[in-house]
Every structure is written in structure tokens, then in C-alpha cells.
């Protein structure tokens, strides 16, 4: 059973939907579409990063979402091309606000992990954030958990904490079930995933010979280079094919289903590609199907060897 996420006073839907084609593969009018389409379907979550597009995917949320920027709740990032000090975080948060069109965010994450920069400076920057009211939650994404730990350690003398986490979490990617997603229940961070269809892996379109983001990006290409990751987007494709459902909707729901996890990060490049994964949020999985999909992956090795005792 997942927990919710409850920001201001109201729950942020079950799914969350990052933009981070917004401004890139998607256009203002595609992207406002899309917007239209998630709001329309209950979502109310929506994740960007400062990063994103040059910041267009900042800039087409913020217009997107005026109208009614009381009822939706905002993620964004600082600190992918720039080292995690004190001074960049409050400049890049500067402009985030003013792309997004908005005092506040709800949640702030660093977007990866600094080993150049002192966390306690990093930590400083958001704690200021924080006092003043500009940012309700602080989270850290790609960190591993030992990072996370130590974050939230020096965040206790600085009166603030670790509220969320963004990791990588698929059926093809399921490293984060070892540390990550055990210390979150542990320690009550909210969890939303990103790339739970394995950046378009798992909808099954590579195998008939479709295109995109795995054939034109070499980074997603090496990230999903092996094997068995493929040979188990064809064995989903065709369970989906028994259980009359998209492999989406039941890749995006298999994470859902995790009780770690607060809200994946769904995504698409155009409207037409969005419906399968927005199912996802009503699809109730029944258990052995959630062990049948599980067994189509590989398992992680465990955290420690004494297998004997696991
Ligand atoms: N913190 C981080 O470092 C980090 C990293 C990555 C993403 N994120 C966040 O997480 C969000 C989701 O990540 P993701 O985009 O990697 O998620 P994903 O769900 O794994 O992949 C989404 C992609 O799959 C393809 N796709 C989706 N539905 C499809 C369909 N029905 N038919 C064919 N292709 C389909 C599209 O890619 P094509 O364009 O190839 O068609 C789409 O952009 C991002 O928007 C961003 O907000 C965060």
C-alpha cells in the first residue's frame, strides 16, 4: 500500500508528472495539453528541475499552471551543472521561482550528489530556504543512502530534514530496493521514483522496432544496454497482451505497488502516449500479478553476504 504525500493541506495524487519534456520534444501546446489532460485525470503533482531545457520546462509549467497554482504542487531541482554551494543553490532557486511564476516551491531537491562540496554548506543554502518560506519540503535525488543518511544527520543540527527522495526505480532498475527503499520506510522519507518505464523500455516499443529516446540519447542507450533488461520488456509486453493491458499501465503500477513508494514520476512526449500510464493510477494489481512481473526482472544482490541468514 503506498503512502501519500501530503503537501500544504491536501494530498498530492498518487502519481506524479514530470515535465522534463516540456519545451523540449514537447511544444507550449502540447505541453499545456498534456498539463490539461493530467489535471483532468486527477493529477496534481508535477515535477521539473531548473536544469530541464534551458529552463523552458520551468517556464511552460509556471504558465501552464497559473491559474491555479494554490491547488498543484510543485517539485524542482538545483544543483545538476553547477557545484551544490550555498551561493548557486539561492541564484538558481532565484530563477526557478521567477520561470515558474511563483513565490514558493513546494519541494526543492538536490538534483545529484556533490562529493566536491561540503554537505553542510549544500544544507545550509536549503535550510535558509526553508526559514524564509520558500520551500516547503527539501528532498535529494540519485543520492544513495549512506548520502541520504549522512544528509539527514547534519540536517538535525540545522532543524530541517530529508522529507523526500527522487531515486531511479523500474522493473529494470530495481538497485534501489537493496538500501534505498528500506531506509525510507525506516526512516519515513516520501519516495517518488522517476523513469519507472525504464525511459520508454518497458511500453514494449523498442522490440517492434519503434524509435526514441534509447535510440537518439547514448546515455539512456548504455543505461539500458543490457540484455536482460530488453528480453524483459518483451516478456511484460506479452503478460500485458494475457491481462488485456498496456505494459505501461502495469509497469507503472508494479511501482506503485512497492509500499515505499509515495508517487512515481510518470512522463510523455506527446499526448498520444499518455493515456496508458495515466491508467495507471486507477489499476488495481493483484498480487500474484505483481509476483509474476517481479519474477520477470533480475533481483538485486542483497546488502550483505551472510545469505544464510536473509
Ligand atoms: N532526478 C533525475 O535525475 C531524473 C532523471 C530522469 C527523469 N526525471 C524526472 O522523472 C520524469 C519521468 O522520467 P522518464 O521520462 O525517464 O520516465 P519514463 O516513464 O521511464 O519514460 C518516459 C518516456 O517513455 C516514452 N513513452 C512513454 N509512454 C509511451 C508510450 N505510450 N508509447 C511510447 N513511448 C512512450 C517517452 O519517451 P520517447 O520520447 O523516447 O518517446 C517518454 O518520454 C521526468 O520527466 C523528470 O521529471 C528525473
Known amino acids: 500500500m503506498q503512502r501519500l504525500l ?14 522534463m519534456q516540456f519545451g523540449g520534444k514537447s511544444s507550449f501546446y502540447e505541453s499545456k495539453e498534456i498539463y490539461q489532460v493530467c489535471r483532468n485525470s486527477g493529477i496534481n503533482f508535477f515535477d521539473t528541475a531548473h536544469v530541464y531545457n534551458e529552463g523552458r520546462s520551468e517556464e511552460f509549467l509556471g504558465s501552464v499552471c497559473r491559474s ?3 491547488n498543484i504542487i510543485i517539485a524542482t531541482k ?3 551543472d553547477c557545484p551544490a554551494t550555498k551561493k548557486n543553490i539561492l541564484t538558481s ?4 521561482r521567477k520561470r515558474l511564476k511563483s513565490d514558493f516551491v513546494d519541494i526543492l531537491y538536490m538534483h545529484r550528489w556533490d562529493k566536491h562540496v561540503p554537505l553542510e554548506e549544500t544544507l545550509t543554502g536549503l535550510a535558509e530556504l526553508k526559514q524564509q518560506g520558500l520551500i516547503r519540503y527539501i528532498g535529494v535525488s540519485n543520492y544513495s543512502a549512506w548520502q541520504t543518511m549522512k544528509a539527514q544527520a547534519i540536517c538535525h543540527n540545522l532543524n530541517i530534514s530529508i ?4 531515486p531511479m526505480y523500474s522493473l529494470v532498475k530495481r538497485q ?3 538500501e534505498i527503499l528500506p531506509m525510507a520506510l525506516s526512516e519515513k522519507i516520501s519516495v517518488c521514483p522517476y523513469s519507472p518505464l525504464g525511459g520508454g523500455l518497458l511500453t514494449g516499443k523498442y522490440h517492434q522496432g519503434d524509435t526514441g529516446r534509447l535510440t537518439e540519447d547514448q546515455r539512456y542507450k548504455q ?3 543490457l540484455e536482460w533488461m530488453h528480453n524483459t520488456a518483451s516478456n511484460l509486453s506479452l503478460l500485458a497482451t494475457t491481462y488485456n493491458v498496456s505494459p505501461s499501465t502495469l509497469a507503472i503500477a508494479w511501482v506503485s505497488n512497492n509500499k515505499s513508494i509515495s508517487a512515481p514520476i510518470i512522463s510523455a512526449s506527446s499526448l498520444k502516449q499518455l493515456s496508458p ?18 519474477d520477470l526482472s533480475v533481483s538485486p544482490s542483497p546488502a550483505t553476504d551472510r545469505l544464510e541468514e536473509i
Do not use: H, W
Request: charged share 25%; proline share 4%.
Open 93 to 96: 532557486f532565484d530563477e526557478s
Open 277 to 294: 500510464s495515466i491508467s495507471a493510477l486507477n489499476y488495481q494489481m493483484p498480487s500474484e500479478l505483481y509476483k509474476e512481473i517481479t
Open 68 to 70: 491555479e497554482r494554490e
Open 223 to 225: 543505461r539500458y544496454s
Open 176 to 178: 534501489a530496493e537493496v
Open 78 to 80: 538545483a544543483a545538476y
Open 6 to 19: 501530503t503537501i500544504k493541506d491536501f494530498p498530492a495524487s498518487s502519481l506524479c508528472f514530470g515535465t
Open 163 to 166: 522529507d523526500v527522495i527522487q
